[in-house]
């Protein structure tokens, strides 16, 4: 049980840092609002955990 408790913990604080480093820094990065990067913001994410588990799944029958 604390093991998972821990990787609670990390991923909250992962999480409390990433989100500060937005609000904060977030304003120094010059990008445009243009409908390209919106979506590209939006869909990157979801397609980069596609491809992960894909590939995951793919490999899912080799035993290491």
Do not use: E
Not at 34 to 59: C, D, E, K, Y
């Amino acid at each position: 049980m604390g093991n998972q408790a821990g990787f609670i913990f990390k991923v909250l604080v992962i999480s409390a840092a990433l989100s500060i480093l937005i609000k904060y820094g977030g304003g120094a990065l010059s990008i445009a609002p243009t409908s390209a990067n919106v979506l590209i913001a939006v869909f990157l994410p979801a397609l980069i955990m596609a491809g992960v588990l894909g590939w995951r799944a793919w490999q899912g029958g080799q035993v290491h």
